[in-house]
């Protein structure tokens, strides 16, 4: 249950212990009060306080009169309004802790609302059906038993909803931070940035987009895109900035040293160099070259000898007869059935 | 509605046939056996199904209380469940975000438990610990701050709901189950620097069938740890009863050697009996005992989990209004004549004006400051020399090294 207390709602007197519960006890449930039965109670404290005798019926312990906004709950983290689908209890019934005060429509389903308390539902503002509320929104009032509910209003708005107060507070720091950042570029993009989103009559890819993004291009349809179907490619965006000599060229602004060093390491023979350090375009070359040879090493084995019945038996016969007649017989052995046995998995 | 509670009652009834005797959760059972008219010590005697046992003798049912320690247990009671309800309403309010556990309904084995042990006892726990913190050592203020994330929480706005410590707390743990282990290791240093305390290692039903509560079960009873396992069995892991993701849910049997205890959760002078009871059993040198409350949560399980989709609203209601530990508490205290109900009630407000004080004063801290974002990783002095990690300014890709953020 959200629950702020109303300040300053103490005009109202205090109701004798004594009168309420006669009061109860008359009437079949303590939710059916009604507010013409409250408003003769209340003539009757006020008359009986106005008396002098009537002191020892005020309880000392002063029965506050706590009556407290209930605002639209978030019912998921996502959740930003919702529609109320209906009310369960009618204003004057009373509920316990874990009854089901409403239900709430959101964006994905209809959730019902429990109270978190026992008390008494003290008025309705917005009633049922009522669309897109946002959250933190005052919805109704609830009191406790023994409140006055005759003549409870609606509280004025003073406190904007907390969601609003936290994105107000947190937004403004990291812009802060971000342009000190950008300054420091080289190549200093124009600063609008990420709310600004690039118009497209294809879909791009996430590393294109923000590379648009970053360098500040609204129009993507007027770069030519060649990769498949059409579509654009980084190297299309960085030839189209003049950052590459074409779409399948290599990036051309490398001032740190790291890249310039491993870009000679590329062409240079990377093989006896492993120790040294790789940037990752070199180790997938390296990777896919060895693949390569291994590939094509496997898929044109040597010529094997042709099978006769000693080579394949070879293998079966105790090494001992071995050394003396078959040495040839012996070499042959193990490039063929190597060959034979990963043919066809590489 | 009423024919169908008693339709429902009957089938669990039903369910349970071969245990011959079920282990009873009513909340008000115990029964008065001195005078309690004044503050000496008196003596109660609790319901004779509040402790069932395997491999070990039940806990005697005999418990000495005195009227101070009952009205204390009552207000602290009183002010979880508010401070709980106020984390519910500030995450429906979206003050509160991420991961929140609640333990509206568990309050009698906290309390329980915290009542019943020194503060040189460890107890380490899962993610549903937020009274474990209050009572021990933090502050409602302190706790709140920690779930708005503001600088006044226990861990300074950093660690929310998952990541609450006090000096005599080890923790709330996010990962499921994982605190168990710990909680071993605890009881194997206690051990080894042989101080006589216990140390209580909590999890859940949903947890108890990880690999790693088994591990520490064996090491545990291997080296004779001082330490007590603990399940809080609520009947209901993240979205599946307890009998859909256990095959055996006598939780308390489930220690192969290891003796335990199953323990009525809902009634908390049965809880502090069976605290006492198992602290004197590791402190003894007995080695390891099992130890399992049967209790309920009437929320879902986490903020995400409305609660109601694998149990009957009816079911909730029905624990609410007929087991409820604070209820039930209040009415030993009446019946007793130890306080009255106009007295009750004064608790009951204190406790509500006490939690709303401390949400206005947990809202009105600050968020924390930003770069404070690489402070309070390490213990002082053991901070490396570099540290790792994301940052929100690393936009751009031609930087390439802004990833490995070096302080």
């Known amino acids: 249950m959200i629950s702020r207390r109303v300040a300053g709602r103490r005009d109202c007197w205090p109701i004798p212990s004594s009168l309420r519960s006669t009061l109860i006890s008359a ?209 299309d965006v960085l030839t189209h900035l003049g950052k590459a000599s074409g779409p399948m ?98 | 509605m009423a024919s169908l509670a008693r339709l429902r009652t009957g089938i669990a009834r039903a369910r349970t046939i071969p245990f011959a005797r079920t282990l009873q959760t009513a909340a008000d059972s115990t029964t008065l056996q001195d005078d309690a008219s004044h503050s000496e010590p008196f003596a109660v005697k609790l319901h004779e199904e509040s402790f069932r046992s395997s491999k070990t003798d039940t806990p005697s049912l005999d418990l000495t209380v005195t009227k101070d320690s009952l009205l204390k247990i009552y207000r602290e009671m009183a002010v979880i469940r508010r401070m709980e309800q106020a984390a519910d309403a500030l995450y429906k309010q979206k003050l509160i975000r991420g991961f929140c556990h609640l333990a509206i309904g568990q309050e009698a084995v906290s309390v329980g438990m915290a009542n019943s042990l020194t503060p040189d006892d460890n107890i380490i726990s899962s993610y549903r610990t937020h009274p474990f913190a209050v009572l021990r050592g933090a502050s409602i203020v302190g706790l709140l701050g920690e779930l708005l994330g503001r600088q006044c929480g226990i861990s300074k706005g950093k660690g929310g709901s998952m990541h609450v410590f006090t000096e005599s707390f080890q923790g709330g743990h996010g990962i499921v189950g994982a605190q168990v282990p710990l909680g071993a290791g605890l009881a194997f ?63 308390y049997t489930r220690g192969d050697l290891i003796p335990g205890i199953q323990c009525n959760g809902m009634d908390v002078l049965a809880v502090m009996k069976a605290v006492q009871h198992t602290k004197d059993w590791v402190v003894n040198g007995n080695g390891p005992i099992l130890l399992e409350f049967v209790t309920y949560r009437y929320g879902g399980h986490s903020m995400s989990d409305p609660g109601t989709t694998y149990r009957s609203r009816d079911e909730v209601q029905r624990m609410r209004s007929t087991h409820d530990p604070i209820r039930g508490l209040q009415r030993y205290i009446e019946e007793w004549g130890l306080a009255s109900e106009e007295e009750m009630k004064k608790i009951d407000k204190q406790a509500k004006a006490d939690v709303d004080a401390a949400v206005e004063e947990a809202k009105a801290s600050p968020l924390p400051e930003e770069d404070k974002l690489w402070t309070d990783i390490y213990v002082k002095g053991t901070e490396p020399s570099f540290m790792r990690g994301r940052e929100r300014e690393e936009v751009s890709v031609n930087d390439s090294c802004s990833c490995c953020v070096v302080h």
């Open chain 1, 249 to 346: 060229g290599t990036y051309k602004e490398t001032p740190s040293d790291v890249v310039t060093k491993s870009g000679g390491d590329q062409t240079k023979p990377p093989k006896k160099e492993e120790p040294r350090l790789l940037d990752g375009a070199a180790v997938r070359q390296l990777i896919v070259r060895n693949m390569l040879e291994a590939s094509v090493k496997a898929r044109t084995p040597p010529a094997a000898p042709p099978a006769d019945f000693d080579s394949v038996i070879a293998d079966y016969l105790p090494p001992a007869k071995a050394p003396s007649p078959r040495a040839e017989a012996s070499l042959a052995k193990p490039s063929k059935p190597a060959a034979g046995y990963l043919e066809g998995l590489i």
């Open chain 2, 189 to 251: 240093a206690a051990k080894y620097m042989e101080k006589p305390v216990a140390t209580y290692a909590m999890y859940g039903d949903g947890a108890s069938n990880q690999g790693q509560v088994f591990e520490s079960y064996n090491m545990a009873k291997l080296w004779n740890l001082p330490c007590v396992f603990v399940c809080e069995n609520n009947k209901y892991g993240m979205g599946t009863s307890a009998e859909r993701s256990s095959s055996n849910t006598q939780y």
């Open chain 1, 27 to 235: 009437s079949p449930r303590p939710s059916s009060l009604s507010s013409a039965s409250m408003q003769s109670l209340r003539l009757l404290c006020k008359t009986a306080a106005a008396s002098g005798t009537s002191r020892r019926w005020l309880q000392t312990s002063a029965v506050r009169l706590a009556v407290s906004n209930f605002q639209m709950p978030a019912m998921s983290p996502t959740m930003t309004e919702g529609n109320i689908a209906s009310w369960k209890k009618k204003e004057g019934e009373a509920f316990s802790a874990g009854d089901v005060l409403l239900e709430i429509e959101t964006d994905k389903a209809t959730i019902d609302v429990e109270a978190q308390d026992e008390g008494i539902m003290g008025k309705i503002l917005a009633p049922d059906g009522t669309k897109g509320i946002p959250i933190g929104k005052t919805i109704a009032l609830l009191a406790e038993e023994g409140d006055d509910i005759s003549n409870l209003e609606p509280p004025k708005e003073d406190t904007p909803p907390p969601p609003k107060q936290e994105a107000s507070s947190s937004t403004p720091s990291p812009p802060q931070s971000v342009p000190d950042k950008q300054d420091a570029q080289p190549s200093s993009p124009p600063p609008v940035r990420p709310s600004m989103h690039p118009e497209s009559s294809r879909p791009l890819f996430p590393s294109v987009l923000r590379l648009l993004q970053e360098n500040g291009i609204e129009n993507a349809d007027k770069i030519k895109g060649t990769g498949v179907r059409g579509m654009l490619t980084k190297g």
